[in-house]
């Protein structure tokens, strides 16, 4: 149906299609919360790993250059 140039059914689609993908993100999301705390259950740090996946999804030299500037500040604040 198109009211003032809003194709209703059209929009109803992209709609539907977007509230499947949350439910679907939702659900990778609960996931990934069971794999964390699977991995606590045995001995491993949740908040370390959570880091260890982001440094992962950085590229090498990003990643090098933002551990050269957080060394500069904590020496700067005396904590290093």
Known sequence: ???NGVDGGHLTAFIERIEKL???KKAIADDIK???A????T???PKVMRKI???RKQDKHKRQEEEEILG???????ME
């Open 38 to 41: 699977e991995a606590k259950g």
């Open 53 to 55: 996946v982001s440094l």
């Open 72 to 78: 500069l500040y904590l020496a700067a604040l005396g």
């Open 43 to 45: 001995g491993f740090d």
């Open 34 to 36: 069971d794999v964390y």
């Open 1 to 3: 149906m198109d009211t």
């Open 22 to 24: 949350e439910e679907e």
